[in-house]
């Protein structure tokens, strides 16, 4: 963008498209569903729900169900062998989209079509314009933005299956457009070897340091593991930019190319500078240090994300931090319009021109449970929606996903124009569970964030946590797992069992009704609590990333339910503790 005024003018476009899409919610959301039930009522799926050829809106409500993805899973496995998609779709699939989710240990796959991807090409440009609009200046300067990509795989049909950001990434809409902006070269995130990568793109973000106006990543996960990388390689990054010579060790063509015209020659005083910002005991702040122009940093940390929020306000030093939209591998559902709101405020406005949605109310009881929803009321159209409800979003795609069960639980906190908007609440099916008892992703977080103020007067942060139900001895008991990391240090504080076991009494005083009668009726043993070192959950990650996951889309499980998961983070415990609560 050159010029104040046509920068303004874009964002006069934008706002002006905004107010169109949220006006017209209801028109827009009938006609995407027409255009679906239009293009695909004949496929093999669907026109079993229309026995008479009648494929309307009032039909489809009424005879098509509300799936998961195990109910279409034999129709994508069908085409990923060779069927025709028009099993599923009308449309040619140019490929499938994996999603974070998996299926019987493998990705969930979800069909991509040319028309869907001419769509999806400016979602991430939306949310972007909107928050550059907030920060004066903003629209000068470049991005440093940590991303990565995760290897394609092949059906047998010879259809590619790869993540949404990989394939993004790849295409000539990134590189032409987001990509000029940002401190990585493209061949930097396009190398495959996630460790080369990063280094790599540390270092060019790091000599672009007065260039570099905003920082982020796609999920808030990876920016907390970046300063991790940096705690560990600063000392080689300086060494780098003082000497001019790139590492031995980055042997990926594309990154050494890219690098050759960025690292042309020794900058000591650049790394003098940032040796003296990275020998501080105290990181805090951290990143305001390295790079003094950063305005905002931007990276989803609502639901599952929020556990970071705390670490990256201590290493942002005051940066705000914005999450910027709401967004999965089957649809993209709406953006922050309040990039200034607090990380733990932010709503998300639905764009009705994106799929078609619905939502099925969640009950939350007293303890603010979700139940299963398949037992309770009829969905609802997006217009429909109630202020205070909560409820689990349903997708309907030109891509092959009718009445699709997106599985996360939303509440309804306002509306702009006529467009709900949401805070996202957690994942529906993420429970830990023992007996009778049942609790939800939310109700962990929300125990946690309780207890960990005990250690907050002490200098103790709490930087990431999980949890599991041991069941391997009777009774079973909740076990949480949290690294903990001292502010201006980066040993792990000496703990006293006393108030650690006081943040286990807490975390059990939070939970509901039925969790404290099974624990007074001796079904469910006292909670424990297990401290790791530090760099444990990176572990943890590099585990999930070596089977598969994206380092870009990985989120951290709240509850494990893998044994092999569960010994990583054994394997980094310095302590454990148990709640000594008495339950009347
Ligand atoms: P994936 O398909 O791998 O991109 O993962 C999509 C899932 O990530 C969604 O269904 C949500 O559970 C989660 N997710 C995406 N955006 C957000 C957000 N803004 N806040 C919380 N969770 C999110």
């Known amino acids: 963008m050159d010029g104040g005024t046509d920068t303004k003018e874009i964002y006069e476009n934008v706002m002006n498209i905004l107010e169109d899409l949220t006006s017209n919610a209801h028109k827009l959301q009938e006609q995407v569903l027409e255009e679906i039930l239009k293009s695909n009522a004949g496929t093999e799926y669907l026109s079993r729900f229309f026995p008479n050829g009648q494929a309307d809106k009032q039909s489809f409500k009424t005879n098509v169900p509300i799936i998961t993805y195990e109910d279409i899973k034999p129709y994508i496995d069908r085409i990923a062998n060779g069927d025709t998609p028009s099993i599923l779709l009308a449309y040619r699939i140019t490929q499938f989209i994996q999603s974070s989710g998996t299926s019987g240990g493998q990705p969930k796959l979800i069909p991509m079509t040319a028309e869907s991807f001419e769509k999806r090409m400016y979602e991430p440009l939306l949310p972007d314009l909107v928050i550059k609009r907030c920060f004066n200046g903003s629209d000068e300067g470049k991005s440093l933005y940590l991303y990565f990509i995760k290897p394609e795989m092949e059906t047998p049909s010879g259809l590619v299956a790869s993540l949404y950001t990989t394939f993004y990434f790849k295409t000539k809409s990134f590189k032409t457009g987001l990509a000029k902006f940002c401190t990585s070269p493209i061949e930097t995130i396009l190398c495959s070897d996630n460790k080369q990568s990063m280094f790599c793109q540390l270092l060019t973000g790091l000599l672009q340091r007065d260039e ?74 951290i990143i305001k240090k390295l790079w003094p122009k950063i305005k905002y940093i931007t990276s989803i940390c609502t639901g599952s994300m929020s556990q970071y929020i705390p670490l990256l306000e201590f290493y942002g030093g005051g940066i705000p931090l914005v999450s910027p939209n709401y967004s999965s591998s089957e649809a993209c559902f709406g953006i922050n319009l309040k990039p200034l709101s607090k990380p733990f405020d932010v709503s998300y406005t639905f764009l009705p021109n994106t799929a078609y949605f619905e939502f099925l109310p969640v009950n939350k009881d007293g303890g603010g449970k979700a139940q299963d929803t398949r037992t309770i009321d009829k969905p609802v159209d997006l217009v429909n929606v109630k202020l205070g409800q909560y409820y689990e979003v349903v997708v309907t795609t030109l891509t092959g996903l009718y009445r699709y069960r997106i599985g996360d639980v939303l509440k309804v906190t306002g509306f702009y124009n006529k467009s709900p908007q949401f805070q996202f609440v957690e994942r529906q099916n993420v429970v830990l569970s023992i007996d009778l008892d049942k609790t939800t992703e939310e109700d962990l977080s929300k125990a946690i964030m309780k207890a960990k103020i005990v250690l907050e007067p002490l200098g103790i942060m709490l930087t990431t946590y999980s949890s599991y139900a041991d069941t391997s001895l009777m009774p079973g008991r909740y076990v949480l797992f949290w690294e903990l990391k001292m502010k201006g240090r980066k040993d792990l504080p000496k703990l006293d069992a006393e108030i650690m076991e006081q943040c286990c009494c807490i975390v059990e005083e939070s939970f509901d009704f039925t969790y404290k009668s099974l624990r007074k009726g001796g079904i469910i043993s006292g909670l424990e609590l297990r401290v790791v070192k530090h760099g444990t959950f990176d572990q943890l990650m590099d585990y999930y990333v070596s089977k598969g996951a994206s380092i870009t889309q990985y989120k951290p499980p709240s509850c494990l339910k893998s044994k092999e998961a569960v010994k990583i983070l054994n394997s980094g415990m310095a302590g454990k503790f148990f709640s000594s609560k008495t339950m009347f």
């Not at 796609?218 to 990388?229: D, E, G």
């Not at 990926?252 to 501080?280: K, V, Y």
Request: net charge negative; charged share 25%; aromatic share 10%.
């Open 212 to 285: 570099v106006v905003r920082m982020g990543s796609s999920f808030a996960s990876v920016l907390p593991r970046s300063i991790k990388f940096l705690d560990d390689y600063w000392k080689e990054l300086c060494s780098n930019i003082r000497t001019g010579y790139l590492s031995d060790w980055i042997t990926d063509a594309g990154c050494r190319n890219a690098m050759s015209l960025i690292l042309t020659r020794p900058n000591p005083e650049m790394a003098d500078l940032i040796q003296q910002i990275c020998e501080d005991k105290s990181w805090e702040g």
